[in-house]
């Protein structure tokens, strides 16, 4: 079993940049495979980034492809996002969540543990 914590979001400007933390205050990340999910009010909650046990795999939503880098520090028990040239559409509560093993590292469906969520609000 696996606690998940988020940190890093806030108000930036359109253009800017934030870095997101997932770490583990219980658990051993490295054991686990991690996405970052966002829902921003009145939408269904959206796969952003996954990134394998290892490091060695990541995916990307289309829509943060070439903008937000997923990366982890299995020896720190974190995961991070930065997140670039942010715009006001990016505007969400943010998720990280861990599971063991997934078929399917864009399917929320497929996390058994959650964080609480991070804000980050991007204004225009």
């Known amino acids: 079993q696996v606690q998940l914590v988020e940190s890093g979001g806030g108000l930036v400007q359109a253009g800017g940049s934030l870095r997101l933390s997932c770490a583990a205050s219980?658990?051993?990340?490295?054991?686990?495979?991690m996405g970052w999910f966002r829902q921003a009010p009145g939408k269904d909650r959206e796969f952003v980034a996954a990134?394998?046990?290892?490091?060695?795999?990541?995916y990307y939503a289309a829509s943060v492809k070439g903008r937000f880098t997923i990366s982890r520090d299995n020896a720190k028990n974190t995961v991070y996002i930065q997140m670039n040239s942010l715009k006001p559409e990016d505007t969400a509560v943010y998720s990280c969540?861990?599971?063991?093993?997934?078929?399917?590292?864009?399917?929320?469906?497929?996390?058994?543990?959650w964080g609480q969520g991070t804000q980050v609000t991007v204004s225009s």
């Open positions: 969540a861990a599971r063991s093993s997934v078929i399917d590292p864009t399917s929320s469906a497929q996390y058994d543990y």
């Open positions: 219980t658990g051993t990340l490295s054991r686990y495979f």
């Open positions: 990134i394998s046990g290892s490091g060695l795999n990541t």
